[in-house]
């Protein structure tokens, strides 16, 4: 059997004794020279695809070229560019299977993916998104796991915990259906329409479960991570301030979210200013400046605030300090490190 975290099913669970059809999706945008390993590994599952579908979403590199080594071992559909939320839901439209599993071009999936999800699925019919852990890999150094060096997985209030933290790992697989229902991943969102689509989903009443074994390879570039951290949680409370008025938030959940997002706002200006001092970005300055002056996230106080407050004074100088922290960690990004 395997090792499922989940809510306790509110109702009897039937027993179900056919497996689900998984089909998985696979969107790409000018990933001609990664994308063989994603494909290859999908076609090396212990439990085969129902069937696997690749949205070019407008590459000018030879992404088709690659694709067409796999011509009859799956679907190709192409369309202008439009981003990730669009080629995923694109996707996900040619498909017929029972559930959809998600996997990113640059990311690969370990061969009983399917087997596990498909056993899953069949314990706990009335899941309908289960994850699985993930290797993290930088730069091809595996670094850790996504849980829980990332994120702790929800068992009791998913409602509350969507709206918390990013606690599903995006590799997962869906109810056709039920994603279907709330519209797929919102295509006006860039940064974190996963979460907007994990907490749309959970707000709707769908229920997720965790497969703990590590089941993919989540792949990272070191020089990325710095600049898109202040840009992703800036975009975060962005999303999660459009949930203020969702229909389905009673009182309590309302004012559990404000609280939430005072913190983050707090949390995104060190970000932000971590970033732009990284970058050596004309916005430090006034990054820097709005740190020292706005709320601090909880348990960072005055020695921040100083920080803060020096670095909007001297930039540059402030830049060459944080270069020499150890690890290549700022001081800032360390006293944040996993909030």
């Known amino acids: 059997m395997t090792q499922l975290l989940a809510p306790e099913p509110s109702q009897p669970v039937s027993d179900r004794t056919d497996a689900p059809t998984i089909s998985v999706v696979i969107p790409a945008y000018q990933a001609a020279a990664f994308i063989a390993d994603a494909v290859d590994s999908v076609l090396a599952q212990t439990y085969p695809a129902h069937e696997l579908v690749v949205c070019d979403d407008g590459s000018t590199d030879d992404l088709a070229g690659v ?99 990013h606690f599903i790992f995006g590799l997962a697989t869906f109810r056709r259906e039920r994603l279907l229902a709330v519209g797929g991943w919102d295509e006006s969102m860039r940064l974190i329409e996963d979460t907007d689509c994990f907490i749309r989903l959970i707000l709707d009443g769908a229920r997720a479960g965790l497969v703990e074994e590590p089941l993919a390879r989540y792949r990272l570039r070191e020089g990325s991570l710095s600049s898109n951290r202040g840009a992703t949680m800036a975009a975060q409370v962005t999303m999660l301030e459009k949930f203020l008025d969702h ?4 009182d309590g959940e309302r004012d559990f979210l404000r609280h939430e997002l005072r913190i983050k706002r707090a949390e995104a200006r060190v970000a932000v200013a971590e970033a732009a001092l990284d970058r050596g970005a004309p916005n430090r300055r006034s990054a820097a400046l709005a740190l020292a002056l706005g709320e601090l996230p909880p348990g960072l106080g005055l020695g921040l605030r100083i920080r803060a407050l020096a670095a909007a004074a001297a930039p540059s100088l402030a830049r060459a300090w944080l270069s020499r922290r150890p690890g290549g960690r700022s001081a800032l990004r360390r006293e944040t490190l996993g909030r």
Request: aromatic share 6%; charged share 30%; net charge negative.
């Open 67 to 165: 694709l067409a080594r796999y011509d009859g071992r799956l679907t190709v559909v192409r369309q202008e560019n439009r981003g990730l939320s669009a080629a995923r839901n694109r996707a996900v439209a040619e498909t017929t299977g029972e559930l959809v599993a998600v996997l990113d071009a640059d990311d690969v999936f370990l061969p009983e993916y399917l087997e596990r999800m498909a056993a899953a699925a069949t314990e706990r019919p009335d899941l309908d998104i289960i994850a699985c852990n993930a290797y993290l890999e930088i730069d091809g150094r595996v670094t850790g796991t996504y849980y829980p060096d990332i994120a702790r997985f929800v068992v009791g209030d998913q409602r509350r915990g969507a709206l918390h933290n």
């Open 247 to 250: 229909p389905a938030l009673d």
